[in-house]
């Protein structure tokens, strides 16, 4: 009965009233099977990629617009694998407003907003076990500001007063700045943040990416820097694909460097990762593909893992 209420009101609105929400969402599950070395292998149904976006703007006049969004992490598989999953706005959800000064939102926004460039597949690429990159994050009590772009030129600046009503209480507030430039078949990025770990300890994160595009064959780059309270470590990668016709085939490669701790001692943790797969075009919304991932640890004592993903997706 509550359903057909609902139904009946959202059907009484002025046509007016809803003419600029636009609905759309990416829905994706895929067949994985993980194996961990010296260890039996397990398959599960995984969410791959999942999301639905409700988002509308007003015109406010002499160029000026209020815009909203509200975005949710969908999971069609495992529910409970991410806080996030199936939750009302989980993921980019604001209000703001638009003009020609830029753009200013408010709410739960994704920081590092170019991060993870290089991370092409659809589930895992090569880049799957690192700790340092695409490491973006959706952070609540955000302020965001993006600048129009200018020659090509476009900057991000945001401000979180903290992920939750304690942080924010203790004042371990996070910053981030991203730095893009977009040319006639190439890009560069880089994304920076800052997050205050505690009174004393500020975590400090640093990512670069850049793509050439050569008619049909898209080369990546990406390095990443981080350093905490227990120490630094540098990453970088390597990423590729190629589109004939409705078939996209990808490769990827990911090396972490080891954890050089504060007092100076540098661990064994490091590791190599590789990525392939393939992508085929349904249609211009629908895709499946197959993409293998695998990560070798410099530590012996620690044992590599590989994982293997058949998918399905769709974008509406």
Not at 106 to 124: C, K, Q, V
Not at 146 to 170: C, D, I, L, N, Y
């Amino acid at each position: 009965m509550k359903k057909l209420i609902v139904l009946a009101t959202l059907a009484a609105l002025p046509a007016a009233a809803m003419a600029d929400v636009v609905i759309s969402g990416n829905l994706a599950v895929g067949i994985t099977n993980t194996k961990v070395k010296d260890t039996g292998s397990v398959t599960t149904e995984d969410r791959t990629s999942g999301e639905i976006k409700f988002a509308g703007k007003e015109d406010l006049g002499n160029g000026l617009k209020s815009i909203w969004q509200i975005a949710s992490r969908i999971n069609l598989s495992d529910k409970q694998d991410n806080a996030r999953d199936n939750a009302w706005s989980g993921r980019d959800s604001f209000v703001g407003l638009q003009g020609d000064f830029g753009t200013v939102t408010l709410g739960n926004i994704y920081h590092m907003p170019t991060s993870g460039a290089m991370a092409i597949f659809e589930d895992n690429s090569a880049s799957f076990a690192s700790d340092l990159y695409d490491q973006g994050d959706r952070i609540n009590s955000t302020i965001s500001y993006k600048s129009p772009t200018v020659a090509g030129f476009t900057a991000v600046v945001q401000h979180s007063f903290g992920s939750s009503t304690t942080k924010e209480k203790a004042k371990l507030h996070q910053q981030a700045l991203s730095l893009a430039y977009e040319g006639e078949g190439f890009s560069v990025s880089y994304d920076g943040a800052r997050a205050k770990e505690d009174a004393n300890n500020t975590a400090k994160l640093h990512e670069l990416n850049a793509s050439v595009s050569l008619d049909a064959l898209t080369l990546m780059a990406g390095y990443a820097r981080g350093k905490d309270s227990d120490g630094k470590r540098n990453g970088y990668g390597l990423a590729a694909s190629y589109t004939m016709g409705n078939i996209t085939p990808k490769l990827g490669f990911w090396k972490e460097g080891d954890l050089k701790q504060t007092n100076g001692n540098k661990l064994n943790d490091g590791h190599k990762a590789y990525a392939a797969g393939v992508e085929y075009a349904l249609s211009k919304r629908t895709r499946a593909g197959v993409e293998l991932a695998k990560a070798n640890y410099d530590d012996n004592a620690t044992p590599d893992v590989r994982t293997a993903t058949v998918y399905l997706g769709t974008k509406f």
